[in-house]
C-alpha cells in the first residue's frame, strides 16, 4: 500500500467514526464538529440523491455540518457493520452496511450503500453517496 492510500485510508476512518459518533450525539449543541471539520477540504462537496429526506448539494464544512444536523435528528444510531475502501489515487469507493435507528420512530433499518469520494491532501473534497433503497429510508423516518 502507497503512503497516499494510507493516507487516504486514515482520513476515512478518522471521518466515519466522528460522523457517526455526531450523528449519535443528536449533533449542533450536543456533540463537537472539530473532529469531522478535520477531515474536509473548504470546498468539500456533498452530492445526496433526490428522493432521500435529506436530498441536495452540501457544500463547504458549513454545508456538512448543517447536512449532519439534519441526519442528526432523523438517526439516533448511524452503526458501520461492514464496510470496504477500495482506492485508487485520490479516488475511493466505500461499501458499507449501514444499520440505523430513526430517532422520532424508533424503526431500525439495515441497509447498504456505496460512496464515491475523492480524498485530497488527507481531506474529502467530494461525496457522493447512492443508497441501496432510498424508500426504506424514507418510510423508517416516518
Known amino acids: ?9 486514515d482520513t476515512l476512518e ?12 443528536g449533533g449542533p449543541g450536543r ?20 428522493g432521500l429526506p435529506y436530498a441536495g448539494t452540501w457544500r463547504g464544512p458549513s454545508g456538512i455540518e448543517r ?8 438517526w439516533q444510531v448511524m452503526e458501520f457493520l461492514d464496510q470496504h475502501c477500495f ?9 458499507n452496511r449501514v444499520r440505523f435507528v430513526a430517532r422520532t420512530t424508533g424503526r431500525e433499518l439495515d441497509t447498504r450503500i ?13 461525496i457522493r453517496p447512492f ?6 429510508v424514507a418510510d423508517a423516518l416516518t
Do not use: K
Open 31 to 50: 456533540a463537537s464538529f472539530e473532529e469531522i471539520a478535520d477531515c474536509l477540504d473548504p470546498e468539500v462537496t456533498l452530492h445526496q440523491a433526490p
Open 114 to 126: 456505496v460512496q464515491e469520494m475523492t480524498v485530497r491532501d488527507g481531506r474529502l473534497v467530494e
Open 131 to 136: 443508497y441501496w433503497d432510498p424508500a426504506a
Open 87 to 95: 482506492v485508487n489515487g485520490p479516488d475511493v469507493v466505500v461499501t
Open 1 to 9: 500500500m502507497t503512503t497516499t492510500e494510507t493516507s487516504t485510508r
Open 67 to 74: 447536512f449532519l444536523s439534519v441526519m442528526g435528528d432523523a
Open 14 to 25: 478518522r471521518f466515519f467514526a466522528a460522523e457517526a459518533a455526531y450523528v449519535e450525539a
